[in-house]
């Protein structure tokens, strides 16, 4: 269950409710009694971390497992100048 953070535009009190999705937002404050309280926008309390995650394998300027072939075929094309591979020389 999600942690809501909640604020009187009366008093100025903050709350913190454990609710579940289905439960009606709050409205009377605890410290006043007024029904003033409004839901906040709080940051996730949680970060994902591991590889399969966009912040750490799409990221730009990070080189992964699943960039480094996509990178390494980029520079060998410019390098050569054309996009088809390099053929011998016939002598």
Known sequence: MP????????CGHDHEA?????????????ACGQP??????????FQ?????WYVTDFRGGQKGAASS?????ATTS???G???PAT????
């Open 82 to 84: 054309s996009s088809t």
């Open 88 to 91: 011998p020389a016939a002598s």
């Open 3 to 10: 942690i809501y953070a909640y604020k009187c535009a009366e």
């Open 18 to 30: 454990l609710q579940k999705f289905s439960d009606a937002p709050l409205t009377d404050c605890p």
């Open 69 to 73: 072939g996509s990178a390494e075929s």
């Open 78 to 80: 410019s390098a050569t």
């Open 48 to 52: 994902l971390k591991g590889s399969g």
């Open 36 to 45: 003033a309280l409004a839901k906040q926008v709080t940051a996730a309390g």
